[in-house]
C-alpha cells in the first residue's frame, strides 16, 4: 500500500493575520515607546540645566556675584553699548571652570582676550566650534553650528546652545529699568541679595530650540543661541538674544513674526519648556501658565494689549516668575 506524509505549514491567509495582528501591536506600542524615549529626553534636559545652575551657584560662592549675561570689553562706545558687529563674551563662558571644561576656559582666556580676538584665532575658533553636550538639549534637532543670521561671531560659526539665561518678563531689560528684570542683564553682575521675590519664585535659566511652525505652518529659525557670546547686529541690543530671553511672548509663540519667537522660551519639548529657577531645582512650564498672550489673545498686527501700560504690569504668573524684584511670586502651575 501506498503511504501518504502530511506536511504542516502556515496558509497564506494565516500568514496574513499574524502580520495584520504584528502591524496592529507595533501601532499601539510605537507611541508609547516615543513617549518614553521624549521623557528620556526631557529629563535629560533637565539635567543640563540643573548643572548649569549648580554651575552659577559655585560661580556665586567664588565671586559672589553671578556671571554677567553680557561682558563688555573695549572698544566700546559712548553709550557703553559697544560698535556695530562686535562680539562680547557671554554667561555661559564664564560658567566653564564649574562644568568641566577649565581647559577650555583657560585656552580662551574668557574674559580678557577680547571675543573678537578670540573668534578671528584659528585655533581658539577650532575649539569654539565644538559642541558641548551639556549646553544642548537631546530633543531639539537644530544643526551643531551657528550657520546664519545675527549669531554669527565676526561672520564666523560657533557651538549652538539651547539654554538662555532669564532677563525680564517684557522687552530686553537693563540694571534699572523697571520691576520686570530678571536676573541677567548686560554688563552687570547681580547676586542672591538682589532676587527679592525669592529663588524658588525665580527663574533661573530658560530653553529655546533651533526652528519652529508658525500657526501658518512655515517654518522660522530662532536659531536658539550661542554658547561663547554675541554680536551686535547694530547700535541698539538686537542680537543680544544670543545668550538671554525675555517674556515678551508666551512660551512656544508661533506667531509669524520670527524676531519674537527667538527672543522668547521655547522647546521641543510637547506643552512647555524645561526652566531651572533659582535655588536650582528644575522646572516643567507648561505653555499654558497665565499670561497676557493667552488672556488677551493677539494677532501679529493687534497691538494694542501688549503696547498699553497694564501689560507691562507683573500681573500674571508667567511675568512674576521672570521678574526677580517685582514683589509678586505667582503661582506656578
Known amino acids: 500500500m501506498r503511504r501518504f506524509r502530511r ?30 524615549r521624549e521623557a528620556a529626553r ?24 553671578m556671571p554677567p549675561a553680557i561682558l563688555h570689553k573695549p572698544p566700546v562706545n559712548n553709550a557703553g553699548i559697544g560698535p556695530n558687529n562686535t562680539p562680547f563674551w557671554g554667561w555661559s563662558s564664564f560658567l566653564f571652570p564649574f562644568i568641566e ?20 584665532t584659528p585655533i581658539l575658533l577650532d575649539m569654539m566650534q565644538k559642541p558641548i553636550p551639556s549646553f544642548r538639549c537631546p530633543s531639539d534637532n537644530g544643526p551643531p553650528l551657528q550657520n546664519g543670521g545675527r549669531h554669527l561671531l565676526d561672520g564666523k560659526p560657533t557651538a549652538v ?11 530686553w531689560r537693563q540694571r534699572g529699568q523697571g520691576i520686570n528684570v530678571g536676573v541677567f542683564v548686560e554688563n552687570w553682575s547681580t547676586s542672591f541679595r538682589d532676587i527679592l521675590d525669592g529663588t524658588s519664585n525665580t527663574a533661573f535659566f530658560g530653553e529655546r530650540r533651533w526652528f519652529m511652525l508658525d500657526i ?31 517674556g515678551r511672548t508666551k512660551i512656544n509663540y508661533n506667531g509669524t513674526r520670527t524676531g519674537r519667537s527667538a527672543n522668547g522660551f521655547s522647546s521641543q519639548h510637547p506643552g512647555g519648556a524645561m526652566f531651572a529657577l533659582c535655588d536650582a531645582s528644575v522646572r516643567f512650564i507648561p505653555e499654558s501658565i497665565e499670561n497676557d498672550y493667552n488672556t488677551f489673545p493677539l494677532g501679529d498686527d493687534n497691538q494694542a494689549r501688549i503696547n498699553s501700560a497694564a501689560a507691562r504690569l507683573t500681573d500674571t504668573a508667567w511675568e512674576s516668575l521672570l521678574g526677580r524684584h517685582d514683589g509678586i511670586t505667582g503661582q506656578l502651575p
Open 216 to 246: 501658518n505652518g512655515n517654518r522660522k529659525l530662532p536659531r536658539a543661541a550661542n554658547i561663547f557670546g554675541i554680536r551686535r547686529h547694530n547700535a541698539s541690543q538686537s542680537g543680544t538674544n544670543g545668550v538671554f530671553g525675555t
Open 101 to 120: 571644561q577649565q581647559p577650555l576656559h583657560e585656552r580662551l582666556n574668557v574674559g580678557t582676550t577680547h571675543l573678537l580676538v578670540a573668534v578671528n
Open 161 to 171: 546652545s539651547n539654554y538662555v539665561g532669564v532677563n525680564g518678563a517684557h522687552y
Open 42 to 65: 526631557r529629563m535629560s534636559c533637565g539635567n543640563n540645566l540643573k548643572q548649569i545652575a549648580l554651575s552659577a551657584h559655585n560661580y556665586h560662592n567664588t565671586y559672589q556675584t
Open 7 to 36: 506536511t504542516t505549514g502556515f496558509t497564506l491567509v494565516e500568514l496574513l493575520v499574524v502580520i495584520a495582528i504584528i502591524g496592529v501591536l507595533v501601532a499601539l506600542l510605537l507611541p508609547a515607546v516615543q513617549a518614553a
